[in-house]
């Protein structure tokens, strides 16, 4: 279950606990895929999982040619599908988005680039800032070899260049399912702007979105 007293006061959180992205490098230096998936005719999807996907969907609204970007949950069954009972880290599930996109505008490698160097901390295992548990573990659900070739190749990428301070502990697995979440996780960021736990944890992806990646930003 998410935090919920972000509201007490953010400021003292900042000091007792690392944003999600705290240990990323500058993502303006960060390395394009070296293997990557060419351009296809029609939307692809694809999902990850990098915490609250209050966040993950956040950022992916902001990214040029992403058409969609939906909340949901991924690993495990349709009938555990729901956020009460993923938050209890007992179903298989991770929070995940389901990022529906233009590959004649944005690759799967950058959106790869962006996960890894804006949306979280690859490195924090089972958690993600405030937020413990496997439901908020760091996830590549691949739907294709494709996708899996592209994303294995690229974690071997950012390790050999020793990007992170720590290992990445991403996990690269198939997609068995993607069940959307309840209707008010959806939009959440842009429906609630100002709430604390998102103005610390997630807005300051945003903007380092629009500086650090200005290529790949759509706003």
Known sequence: ??????????????????????????????????????????NQTAVFAGGCFWGVEGVYEHVKGVKSAVSGF??????????????????????????????????????????????????????????????????????????????????AQLEAAHVFPRKIVTQVVPLTGFYQAEPYHQHYMSLHPNEPYLVYNDWPKIEALKKQLPALCAR
């Open 74 to 155: 991924a690993g495990g069954s349709k009938g555990t599908a729901q956020y009460e009972t993923v938050s209890t880290g007992r179903t298989g599930h991770a929070e995940s988005v389901q990022v529906t996109y233009d590959p004649a505008k944005i690759t799967y490698g950058q959106l790869l680039k962006v996960f890894f160097s804006i949306v979280h901390n690859p490195t924090e295992l089972n958690r993600q800032g405030p937020d413990e548990g496997t439901q908020y573990r760091s996830a590549i659900f691949y739907a294709n070899d494709d996708q899996k070739r592209v994303a294995e190749a690229y974690i």
């Open 1 to 42: 279950m998410k935090r919920m007293f972000w509201g007490i006061a953010p400021l003292l959180f900042a000091a007792l606990s690392l944003s999600p992205s705290a240990l990323a490098v500058d993502a303006s230096k960060f390395p394009d895929a070296a293997v990557d998936i060419p351009a296809a005719q029609g």
